[in-house]
């Protein structure tokens, strides 16, 4: 595959913008400088810099952002930046989005991909992917609230309950929740439902993927093959 065409597909800009790099020296190739444009290389284990920067090629993105509070997941965000000014514009240039959305204020895991089929797999609630959060409540939790969660409670605008499929208490007015859908608002609605309110919410864990304890709020990493591997592995719920 041309140069050129590599750096596009991996969101250098345009071919016209990808070639003008090439022909300027800014890029290297496996640890040489290349000015065609035009040369041929394999991309699959493709390393290549650009103004010094290194870069590996991949076919599709598959990314994790530990997501700060006061960010949106929009590219036209309303009142707050949005989650895709955290990553190298490259990224967005070559169509990554966010796997679901989390609101403004709610930190944690949140996967980011350019594949449709994988975004289309993990955001869709059929497959009952567990999603685990940490939730603040205003009020302590008693024995009464955990057990409507549980059984399941009505959201306005939904003909059946909404059942959690697993709520532990960490303290008085800490919980792990866990829900395998993803409504709109689901957790606070759930909480609101059920008679207290959510204070701060976390994402602690999608399928049998763990938020990685190194990752500070706002950075993000590539998915490795464990992680992906971690992704799918959960019981069934
Ligand atoms: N549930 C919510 O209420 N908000 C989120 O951001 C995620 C789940």
Same mark, same amino acid.
């Given at each position: 595959?041309?140069?050129?065409?590599? !750096?596009?597909?991996?969101? &250098?800009?345009?071919?016209? *913008?990808?070639? /003008?790099?090439?022909?300027?020296?800014?890029?290297?190739?496996?640890?040489?400088?290349?000015?065609?444009?035009?040369?041929?290389?394999? @991309? *699959?284990?493709?390393?290549?810099?650009?103004? /010094?920067?290194?870069?590996d090629?991949?076919?599709?993105a598959?990314?994790? !952002?530990?997501?700060?509070?006061?960010?949106?997941?929009?590219?036209?965000?309303q009142?707050?930046?949005?989650?895709?000014? #955290?990553?190298?514009?490259?990224?967005?240039?070559?169509? %990554?989005?966010? %796997?679901?959305? !989390?609101?403004?204020?709610?930190?944690?895991?949140?996967?980011?991909?350019?594949?449709?089929?994988?975004i289309?797999?993990?955001?869709?609630?059929?497959?009952?992917?567990?999603?685990?959060?940490? %939730?603040?409540?205003?009020?302590?939790?008693d024995?009464?609230?955990?057990?409507?969660?549980?059984?399941? $409670?009505?959201?306005?605008?939904?003909?059946?309950?909404?059942?959690?499929?697993?709520?532990?208490?960490?303290?008085?007015?800490? #919980?792990?929740?866990?829900?395998?859908?993803?409504?709109?608002?689901? $957790?606070?609605?759930?909480?609101?439902?059920?008679?207290?309110?959510? *204070?701060?919410?976390?994402?602690?864990? $999608?399928g049998?993927?763990?938020?990685? *304890? $190194?990752?500070? @709020?706002?950075d993000?990493?590539?998915?490795?093959?464990?992680? #992906?591997?971690? #992704?799918?592995? &959960?019981?069934?719920?």
């Amino acid at each position: 595959m041309q140069i050129a065409r590599i !750096l596009q597909s991996q969101g &250098f800009g345009s071919r016209r *913008e990808c070639r /003008g790099l090439i022909r300027a020296g800014r890029v290297t190739v496996n640890g040489a400088a290349v000015d065609d444009p035009f040369a041929e290389f394999p @991309p *699959e284990g493709l390393s290549f810099t650009v103004d /010094g920067e290194a870069w590996d090629y991949r076919q599709n993105a598959y990314l994790l !952002l530990h997501k700060p509070v006061a960010c949106e997941c929009t590219h036209k965000p309303q009142c707050y930046p949005s989650i895709y000014s #955290l990553l190298p514009p490259e990224l967005s240039a070559r169509g %990554v989005q966010s %796997v679901g959305r !989390l609101d403004q204020d709610t930190t944690g895991l949140l996967l980011l991909s350019d594949d449709g089929q994988f975004i289309h797999t993990w955001s869709s609630g059929k497959k009952r992917i567990p999603k685990c959060y940490r %939730v603040t409540l205003k009020h302590p939790h008693d024995a009464g609230f955990i057990a409507q969660l549980l059984d399941g $409670v009505l959201l306005h605008d939904e003909a059946d309950p909404v059942v959690a499929a697993a709520c532990e208490p960490i303290d008085a007015h800490t #919980l792990w929740l866990t829900i395998t859908e993803g409504k709109y608002h689901q $957790v606070k609605r759930m909480v609101a439902a059920a008679g207290n309110r959510v *204070e701060a919410l976390h994402r602690q864990r $999608v399928g049998g993927l763990q938020l990685p *304890e $190194v990752l500070e @709020p706002g950075d993000w990493c590539w998915l490795s093959d464990a992680h #992906l591997i971690a #992704l799918s592995d &959960f019981p069934s719920l």
